[in-house]
């Protein structure tokens, strides 16, 4: 399961590519560029093969992915599973891309996912994308910081530029 698709924003030299089960292994390679406790290939694979998920690879100059997106969907909800772009692509817009391609998804009320409460990046992210802060697990990962849950409704206009 791969298909084109262009970006809902200009995310530099990358399309993004819908990918299945068959990406686990490129999704772990880029986890473990990004996460200091990353998902194993084995739990990329679960992860995919799972109903309801949809995944997105953004490639880099060199066709190596440099960046990732998973949601899961059940009905008209959707959790942000993952997202995640490689150091030296940060700040380019592919995070943003990827995550409106997860939020494309034809019929989807509502958005959510949880966040560690000390992840500025990603926090400002989806800020910037119109998430809002709805609940807190305090302790929730085994370091003991807090997880943020955050929610969009879709049909709320994001902030300007937010490219979902
Ligand atoms: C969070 C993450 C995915 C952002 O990816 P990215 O490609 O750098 O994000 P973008 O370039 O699309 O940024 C979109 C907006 O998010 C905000 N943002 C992103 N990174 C930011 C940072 N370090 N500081 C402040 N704001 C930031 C900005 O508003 C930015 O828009 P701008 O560049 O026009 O100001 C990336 O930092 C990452 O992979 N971090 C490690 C993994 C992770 O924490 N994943 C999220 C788990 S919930």
Redesign the pocket.
Known sequence: MTERRPPAEP?GPTDLLRVGVEAAERCAAVAAR??PDPWSRQAFAAELAAPGTSAWLAPGEDGEPV?LAIGHRVLDELE?R????VPG?????????LLAALLAEPALRVVH?E??AG????R??YA?AGFAEVGRRPGYYPDGEDALLLCRELGRPAAA?AGS
């Open positions: 995310c990004c996460f960046g942000v993952s997202l995640a772009v692509a940060r700040r380019g817009g592919v995070g943003r891309a996912l966040v560690r992840n500025r990046a990603a400002a992210l910037r530029g």
